[in-house]
């Protein structure tokens, strides 16, 4: 039994570092990995406003990360978000989570995400984030993890998402 729980522990952790929204039982260490990191700097190209950007911290051999950012579109033409690429993983995939009856699940967005003209979409634990299907490589906090973004419109952007605590709701400014 000593081996089941120990699995199952593991399970926990891995999911409350991608899954937030999970109930307070299931975030152990919360407030204690949030510890203040960089902000990234806005990054734009066309009409399309990245802010915020960042992803946290992986327990050894965790298989996959999330990635999170608000997106602004300030063009007046919707865009979509279509892929995602990092070299820290096999693959990168957007994602919402989503209830189904009265469990919380993650879904791939194969069509990608909308990003209407003028407005912001949050991706954020919880809620829409990228996903980075296996990890070639831990990732530490503090590090800078740079992940390139394809827009319909807009085109490409590669940009760092600076990685917080395995429990970081945000990336933290100042
Ligand atoms: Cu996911």
Do not use: C
Request: charged fraction near 15%; hydrophobic fraction near 50%.
């Amino acid at each position: 039994m000593t081996r089941y729980r120990f699995a199952v522990a593991l399970t926990f952790a891995a999911a409350a570092a991608l899954a937030p929204g999970l109930p307070a039982w299931a975030q152990a260490t919360a407030s204690h990995a949030d510890a203040p990191l960089q902000d990234a700097a806005p990054v734009t190209i066309g009409a399309i406003e990245i802010s915020g950007a960042f992803t946290r911290a992986t327990l050894p051999n965790a298989p996959v990360a999330g990635g999170f950012m608000t997106i602004t579109n300030t063009g007046t033409e919707d865009d979509r978000l279509v892929g995602v690429e990092t070299g820290i993983a096999k693959e990168g995939q957007i994602h919402e989570m989503a209830m189904e009856g009265d469990v919380m699940k993650m879904r791939q967005l194969t069509d990608g995400l909308l990003i209407p003209a003028g407005e912001s979409v949050s991706l954020a634990p919880g809620g829409y984030h990228l996903m980075f299907m296996g990890l070639n490589a831990a990732i530490a906090e503090g590090d800078a993890v740079p992940v390139t973004l394809i827009f319909e419109k807009a085109g490409t952007i590669t940009l760092d998402l600076m990685a917080g605590g395995t429990a970081a709701s945000q990336a933290m400014g100042h």
